[in-house]
């Protein structure tokens, strides 16, 4: 194939050269030498229309149309008179010219020729781009150069664990080989976008002190066949030069797919990588000095024969942080940023349930931004408060004009949805109330959540109920329904769903787990795997959980009108409502009613 690629561009590039030649030399084709005495006798005989002196080359045209040279003497005065004298006016041609003309062939072909070195140069290098289709794209991380260490790595603390014994397999084998046992060949990290995954593996790389080698999946395919197999081979080739040593491969799913799935599909040239990959893991040339760890967030369409022993023998989750990770992380992002003393990292990490590690490096970020914007000397809670919201919601959308009606409807669904978590049992407490608008919400109620692993069935009625709050009280103020509840109809429906399909939280329907998906009744593959019958069953059984959650919110919101016009009018007032203030004024709107 290379050599294919080279005789094409060098014939291209021949012709190029060949053109620029006919194009130069076929101004002299047609032109016939003569002496002076012959050329003299035309001129004389009225046979010649134009002479061209170049030097002491007279070219002179004939009135049949050709062209005759002939040498005279250099620029003589004498045969200037005397072609004038006959009716032909010479004209004159610098010397100079003939290297321009020389010039004009030579520098062409000198070039052409340069590039024709270069790519056989390109070709021939173990590092070139040009025509190496083959060679792996692999970057590597000589010794010494990554500064990022398990140190700076929070909240995953039991796989930093798995990986620390690669690092001090690298480090000294022989406590490991001494007694038998060997390091795992791959490690595969699963986790959720953002959750670390990356990160993990350049730490692996700072802790190790060993060459490593960091790509993408989607670097092996490309449009050419056999391309990917190719790649893999020269990568582990690479690396057995470089061993011991570390591969690093993220997004392993954009060639580990499960083969076979596609039924159909053009996916050869990916499974044939795939099955390079397999092979050069563990075939019959095994790599011990070489470890391989992988990325992916998409563990359930991997194929099993890369899953098996000997090939990744770890799988390791990097989860989504818990508290105490999300602690941890904060503090290690924050470490870089100035913060002000009453800043408590531990009160944001409450109020951030379910960010990745990611989310929680963009909210340190936006805080230093908010901070820097006003001129402060160090980030404030306040500046970290609204990071959060910006975050997790996205940003204030002030230029947004609501007329006085939408902003009570808003206010009124708002405090519906705060009013339903203060008096249900089982919610988690209020923190914010705002009508501010942010991405596509008009307004938000935060709560605070406990640090939940499961969830009981009380625990979700109490959420399908919180959810129909905001439907409730536009329902109960304005006695009319209003499309700002679309997005708590869908959640509390999806909610429903899976209480019923998936967790066996329906006395209707048993505990049993009536498909293996929570937002839909199609799985991946083929159609659902129960009965039309069942169906109905389980649309009956979600439809009789929202009713009831609804009424149990109207209940809560007409037991406690006079709350929720307090909260309304604050919130006309203020547009944000803090936890502590949401409760001074329940208290202060429902006489008798004790803190809880």
Known sequence: MRQLWILVSFLVLLGMVFSTLDGTLGRLKGTRAVEMPELVALVEKGNVTAI????????????????????GPERSDHYVAWFTEHGVVPSFKRTEEQWVQLAS?????????????????????????????????????????????????AGCDEAKQELEEVVL?????????????????????????????TLLARAVAG???????????????EMFVGVGASRVRDLFEQAKRQAPCIIFIDEIDAIGRNRGANVGGGHEEREQTLNQLLVEMDGFEPHDAIILVAATNRPDVLDPA???????????????????????????????????????????????PGFSGADLASLVNEAALFAAREGKPHIEQLDLDRAKDKVSMGAERRSLVLTPEDRRRTATHEAGHAIVARFTPGCDPVNKITIVPRGFALGLTESLPEER??????????????????????????????????????????LARAMVRVSGMSAALGPVAWGSHSDDDTPRFGGPDYSARTAERIDEEVRRLLDEAHDRAREVIRANRAALDAVVEALLETETVNGEEFERIVLAATPGLAAT
């Open 52 to 71: 061209t002196i170049r030097g002491a080359t007279i070219t002179a045209t004939t009135k049949a149309g050709e062209k005759l040279t002939a040498v």
């Open 105 to 153: 062939v030579v520098l062409p072909s000198l070039l052409m020729v340069g590039v024709v070195v270069f790519l056989f140069r390109q070709m021939q290098a173990a590092n070139g781009r040009a025509m190496s289709f083959g060679k792996s794209r692999a970057r590597l991380q000589a010794q010494g150069g990554q500064k990022i260490t398990f140190a700076d790595v």
């Open 169 to 197: 397999f690298l480090k000294d084998p022989q406590r490991f080989t001494r007694l038998g046992g060997r390091v795992p060949k791959g490690l595969l990290l699963m986790g959720g976008p953002g959750s670390g995954k």
């Open 207 to 221: 802790e190790a002190g060993a060459p490593f080698f960091n790509l993408s999946g989607s670097e092996f395919v």
């Open 306 to 352: 890369l899953l098996r022993p000997g090939r990744f023998d770890r799988r390791v989750v990097v989860p989504a942080p818990d508290l105490r990770g999300r602690v941890g992380i904060l503090r290690v992002h924050a470490a870089r940023s100035p913060l002000a003393p009453e800043v408590d990292i531990e009160r944001i990490a409450k109020g951030t």
């Open 453 to 494: 692993h499961t969830e009981s069935r009380s625990f979700r009625l109490a959420m399908l109920a919180l959810l129909m709050g905001g439907r409730s009280a536009e329902e109960e103020v304005f006695g009319e329904q209003w499309s700002g509840a679309e997005n708590d109809l869908q959640r509390a429906t999806r």
